[in-house]
């Protein structure tokens, strides 16, 4: 069986073709700045060949048909013809309280996913878009799987979903945290427990997703029961653009001394903080790391208020779960950084974690594996995460369940 991965964005579409016999990629790309001027896509195999093309795509149903050439190009395809496309894989962000698991998608699925677009404006309504233009190209027979972020997380409590304002607006507008990143805790926390020797029930891992956007989670048995993404992925702790978590009345009091709209209030808070607005330098964190090396001290202070923010947040998922057997480091900082693992780790010590400086500067750019010592009490890992896997596996068994 092959499946096609989407990841439907509203000006983006990356899509990876995997062959689930041994689950590897046969080619992966993305069709960028789809509805905009000087749209393109590229195509990736894995022996390294590439190829870039600018064509113009109005909407996701052209780009779908780019990619469907892409698969099938005389140079660098990897099918004889689409029949060989078993199932069409999905990444939804926002299943709210709808939707637990993985889903066929039908029709009622997707006004489903559609009522929830005011909790995931931009992304959801992509994903909408992404599912009926493949119905497009793909036709309707074959089978498409809706894969949700939101999933893995619906297994909180509500001690730890629910925020303390008036119960109201939780049952009028559904307001609560929802956690995102999903596919990527559950697959960490999974390869995790391989990694340790165990059997998943009866662990307790705290799963790091380090990136531009990042998150943390706490993960019981194989189960979320707390992360630090809320209502949206603006919550938790500083990112790339993003503030994470502060005092609310911060928001209240800089947009009446601003003057500013709730609109540019949000652009703040999601598009101009986080390490950008402390660094005052760039959201990319390997700016930062030049900078920072070269005295800069808002560079500096950028980092060590990260490492710190999420220290925290380990800290108190260990005293969430009354324990910890491994902490798990992954995504683009998570894996490529080691001296943020280093930053993080120095404040665990009081949890018994002992880590190796070899080890964890050696585990880079692709390598995973655990960077504590024999003598740790908790263990740490970098494990490079996969989430179109999950996305790809959730399909396949979906599918030949029909």
Not at 125 to 130: L, N, T, W, Y
Not at 207 to 224: E, M, R
Request: aromatic content about 6%.
């Amino acid at each position: 069986m092959k499946v096609l991965v989407i990841n439907a964005g509203s000006s983006s579409l990356k899509y990876q073709l995997i062959d689930m016999r041994d689950e590897s990629v046969l080619a992966k790309g993305n069709c960028e700045r789809i509805g905009l001027e000087g749209s393109f896509i590229t195509h990736k195999l894995p022996d390294g060949r590439s190829k870039r093309m600018e064509v113009s795509m109005p909407n996701h149903t052209i780009a779908f048909l780019q990619v469907k050439n892409m698969l099938l190009d005389e140079e660098l395809g990897v099918i004889k013809n689409l029949n060989e496309v078993s199932a069409v894989g999905h990444r939804i962000v926002q299943g709210g309280s709808l939707f637990s698991k993985s889903v066929l998608i039908t029709e009622k699925v997707i006004e489903g996913i559609e009522s929830l677009i005011p909790l995931a404006p931009l992304h959801n309504k992509a994903h909408v878009q992404g599912i009926r233009a493949c119905m497009e190209v793909f036709g309707t027979e074959v089978p498409e799987v809706a894969v949700f972020d939101t999933a893995f997380h619906s297994t909180m409590p509500p001690k730890a979903y629910m925020f303390p304002i008036p119960y109201e607006y939780y049952e009028k507008y559904k307001i609560r945290r929802y956690g995102f990143h999903g596919t990527s805790h559950r697959y960490v926390s999974t390869r995790c427990a391989e990694m340790m020797g165990r059997d998943i029930v009866g662990t307790k891992i705290i799963t790091c997703h380090l990136g531009n956007g990042s998150s943390i989670a706490a993960v019981q048995d194989g189960k979320c029961v707390d992360t630090s993404m809320g209502l949206t992925p603006l919550d938790g702790f500083m990112m790339g653009t993003r503030t994470g978590s502060l005092d609310p009345s911060v928001v209240t009091f800089i947009a009446e001394k601003e003057h500013m709209t709730p609109q540019e209030m949000s652009d703040m808070l999601n598009k101009k903080s986080g390490l950008l607005g402390i660094s005052g330098i760039s959201s990319d964190d390997r700016d930062i790391v030049k900078a920072a090396s070269e005295g800069n001290k808002r560079a500096i202070l950028a980092h060590e208020m990260l490492e710190y923010e999420i220290a925290k947040f380990v800290g108190g998922y260990a005293a969430a779960m009354n324990g910890c057997d491994a902490i798990v480091f992954t995504a683009g900082l998570g894996e490529n950084q080691a001296s943020h693992r280093t930053g993080v780790c120095k404040y665990l010590t009081h949890l018994g974690l002992e880590i190796d400086e070899q080890r964890n500067a050696e585990l880079v750019h692709g390598k995973e594996g655990e960077f504590s010592t024999p003598n740790s009490k908790v263990k740490a890992y970098i494990i490079c995460t996969n989430e179109e896997l999950v996305i790809a596996r959730d399909t396949k068994d979906i599918v030949e369940s029909l």
